[in-house]
DNA sequence: CTATTATAGTTACTCACACTAACTATTACC
DNA sequence: GGTAATAGTTAGTGTGAGTAACTATAATAG
């Protein structure tokens, strides 16, 4: 939904590179939250593929939960500098690539 | 088995007050390494308890496993100095008190 | 233009990991 | 000495994700 809401309606392939999980996972995941109303699916020029995206309904629900998770995260962030936040994600940036090669 | 390793032997009540899971998690994981021949059980004074402790063979398995993990660690750290690690170690603590609380 | 290959997605099956509830056996305590 | 607590196990369940095999559609080589 985070991806969703940010870059746009993706296909499923699209989904499970960004998310660096295989399809049926994503299908899975997908098939979940449009039964809950969340996402929609629509059909890409392309017959073979489907264009999900959030509904309405959906995105109400993002940016509702998406405040509660950015207030959760102020709170376990507590005691720690903007800075340091920047230097920890720089380091884990690192560290991933260091794991990919 | 780091946990053996370091501490010596443990109980089943121990190991997963250690690890922060329940019982029924440690006895599956210790019959596994016990028929991979890592650990073995004995009694403790109290005939309710075993003692579980690695092996002589055990005990070479992880010294082995050691050698490899902390030349992983060292390659994935690779571009991190000394004092971002501990910095980093220290703010993961951090945050780890602040959900706890 | 057709036959082969590639792509998008789904289905069925399986594995790993850990949890809860319920049980046995032993020990502690009032 | 009987109830409560503790150590460990067993059985059943849930979550998350992977692989293999499949359908359907599109792309491409001959």
Redesign the interface.
Known sequence: MYYLYNYGAATNVGISHYQGVEKPTITRNVNRLEELGYLEQVKGKDNREKRIQLTKFGITIYEDVRVTIDQFEQ??????TEE?QL??IR?MK??RN??MK
């Open positions: 709170e376990i962030l507590g005691g720690i340091e230097k920890m380091m690192e560290i260091n794991i």
